[in-house]
């Protein structure tokens, strides 16, 4: 029912839109009259052809919504501790919130097959040692990268 109460409000406005554009481009009144007449039948077609489908438009907004949060592409920073086939231990280096106090901890993450590299060949030529940026997405508990930086050893200095 709600449903119908905004199709319906939505086609009053573009009634009253319609309207007030007819009116000021000097047409005669009977086309306003007319126009407001098919408006309100086409709300009412709108609401029966509508009230079903609503749902679906509702539930494919929330699953989108909810994918997209999903998704969200978070970033780290640190050195590769070990790389072997998909997965790649990063030691991160992070802040104690209270004490600023300076934390190196290692964190676990699996390598896309679609990975993008940057600033060497492959993903075959990362190596334990080497200073990477990663853009990495959390999903179904893991945290997928899907983009490597190598820094070169001057950029780090």
């Known amino acids: 029912m709600k449903d119908l109460r ?26 306003v009259s007319v126009a407001a007449e098919n408006t309100s039948v086409a709300a009412e077609k709108a609401s029966i052809d509508t009230e079903n489908t609503s749902v679906v438009v509702a539930e494919k907004i929330t699953e989108t919504a909810e ?22 231990t990063l030691k991160e280096v992070t802040y104690d919130e209270e004490t600023w106090e300076e934390k190196v901890e290692e964190v676990a ?41 190598v820094y070169e050893e001057e950029e780090i200095q």
């Open 67 to 88: 994918d997209a949060a999903k998704e969200q592409k978070n970033y780290a920073y640190g050195t590769v501790a070990v790389i072997s086939g998909d997965s790649l």
């Open 6 to 31: 905004i199709v319906k409000s939505v086609l009053i406005c573009g009634c009253l839109f319609v309207t007030s554009i007819l009116a000021n481009a000097e047409e005669p009144v009977e086309k």
């Open 109 to 149: 993450y699996k390598i896309a097959p679609d990975v993008e590299v940057d600033n060497v060949e492959s993903i075959q030529k990362v190596k334990a040692g080497d200073k990477i940026d990663v853009e990495y997405i959390e999903k179904n508990g893991n945290k997928d990268i899907k983009y490597i930086y």
